[in-house]
């Protein structure tokens, strides 16, 4: 990372009042800035909203365009401007700018998976070229499907009628057949109808091989998650024990009509142990890559109740939510993607530098960061 656009991520602090500093995770991580002559649209398969901004100002022109963002997962920011007149600082302007987005839309800033850039325009060699160059935010973003389009793509997938986007769950399961009667904590919001449908389709076609033998579906309507024993919270909490694939299809879409947009990872995990202690032992986690855990207070808990965390994290390209490390070190546990298993994560230190695909990690101060 370059100096100048580390001090540009400092200097995002900087200016914000101590409350809003809490909502950020650490600092915006922008790497080098990305060169172009002139700006276009990255082609990564998302939906993308343009917000402008007037060459040299910081305020957003079409704020009402963010209503579009409402309910929706932010996944990426580009941040464009053009190096007009060449070789100017703009560290400053764009430190403003920054600001303006986060007075606006904070949830890009409390995401560990939001991908940052700054990209440069360096085609503008006059004044009147400018208006025909476009400055300001480009926000990626993942649209949320309604459940009728989740029915369909998920019973699409069940009835063999189409494969699924990628097949994630059913190489994991096909890598670890020593997986018996495990109880499995499942993400049910909407973008993880892809997963969702292999998970069912594997229980219809492999009931014999008895890989699961609990499932809790988990799909909570707030953010005051609790580790179960202080206090029995079972809101946006679908279990069931059983090899039925109809009886687990019919929770499962229970699951997703009646639950809400949150993450409630670990307080799923408390809930499940609660129920089935006989099996905490065999706990396997499917989780989104796209979206936080709101609920990593209960790290500790778990961590001192001894239950080892398999997580299939789904979803996962080139960038990986550090988030899912922390819970796999932090309980003995282990990460599994679509092409690789890392079993032995806790016993990586501090400095040590590892890979998952092609993708490069290292822990610092206790926390991993992707490079």
């Known amino acids: 990372m370059r100096t100048k656009d580390i001090l540009l991520a400092f200097l995002v602090l900087i200016g914000v009042n101590a409350s809003a500093q809490m909502n950020i995770r650490e600092y915006i991580r922008f790497k080098d800035t990305v060169k172009v002559d002139k700006f276009k649209l990255d082609p990564n398969g998302f939906s993308c909203l343009k917000l402008k901004m007037n060459p040299g100002e910081h305020e957003i022109l079409n704020l009402n365009e963010l209503k579009k963002l409402t309910s929706q997962t932010v996944v990426g920011v ?96 096909k890598r670890n057949p020593n997986w018996k009667s495990m109880t499995v904590v499942c993400d049910v919001t909407g973008s993880m109808s892809p997963y969702t449908g292999q998970l069912l389709l594997w229980i219809k076609s492999n009931q014999k091989m008895n890989t699961f033998k609990q499932i809790v579906f988990f799909n909570d309507d707030d953010e005051r998650s609790t580790d179960q024993l202080k206090k029995e919270d079972p809101s946006g909490m679908w279990a069931i024990e059983t090899t039925n694939s109809n009886k687990v299809i019919d929770l499962a879409f229970k699951a997703m009509t009646e639950g809400d947009h949150i993450e409630n990872d670990l307080e799923a995990i408390c809930y499940a142990i609660k129920k089935y202690p006989e099996n905490k ?91």
């Not at 890559?289 to 778990?302: H, R, V, Y």
């Open 78 to 173: 580009d941040l464009v401007y053009s190096d007009y007149p060449h070789n100017a600082d703009f560290t400053e302007l764009n430190r403003l700018r920054i600001l303006e987005l986060l007075q606006f839309l904070p949830s890009a800033f409390n995401s560990q998976i939001v991908k940052w850039q700054l990209i440069k325009q360096t085609g503008v060699n006059n004044s009147s070229a400018m208006p025909n160059y476009f400055h300001g935010f480009v926000i990626y973003y993942r649209p949320m499907p309604s459940f009728k389009e989740e029915n369909d793509y998920i019973m699409s997938i069940v009835d063999g009628k189409i494969p699924p986007s990628d097949s994630t769950l059913l190489k994991v399961f």
């Open 281 to 371: 032992e065999n706990i396997v986690l499917i989780a989104d890559n796209w979206e936080d855990p709101c609920d990593m207070q209960l790290l500790e808990f778990l961590k001192k109740e001894k239950v080892p965390v398999k997580i299939i994290i789904c979803g996962v390209e080139d960038r990986l939510n550090t988030l899912y490390l922390e819970l796999a070190h932090a309980t003995g546990g282990s990460i599994h993607t679509m092409e690789e298993d890392l079993k032995d994560i806790a016993k990586i230190g501090e400095g040590k530098r590892f890979k998952i695909g092609k993708m490069k990690f290292y822990m610092a101060g206790g926390k991993f960061i992707q490079e």
